[in-house]
């Protein structure tokens, strides 16, 4: 097992770039690491997962983060931990980009982000997801135990 990562590209995923950190293949599996960053704006999907926790520091910007029907605004330096099955919404907010780390226990879904990945990762701008990025999304999160929830 590579404990070490030196070399973490960025990659496009549903509009943010997203670096991995630390992958499930270097923890033996037990947990993952990636670094996002949103644009002002940029909003995940309403969904839960099946398999893991997910916890979020936010470095810099503002997150709005919907749980169910509460709204938490975090600030640099807060921390949430999401618990799997809970049903959750990542919104950037403010005039800069969201960077925050997200870890999740066990791991599997930097291998969903990989698996959403654009095409165009080469590019690593933050962006709209486009409708490719959302059929992407759709096909490949029930494999990795994530459920799409309407949106409200």
Known sequence: MDSVNRSSKPVMFTGST???????????GQFCMLEFQSPPGRSTPMHSHDREEETIHLLTGVLEVTLGSETVLLNPGDTLLIPRH????????????????????????DEFVEACASADSESAQTSVPSAADIARLRDQAPRFGITLLPSA
């Open 86 to 109: 809970v049903a959750h919404r990542l919104c950037a907010q403010g005039e800069g980009s969201a960077r925050y780390i997200v870890v999740c226990t066990p791991a599997g879904f």
């Open 18 to 28: 997203v670096k991995v950190l630390m992958s499930g293949r270097q923890s033996g």
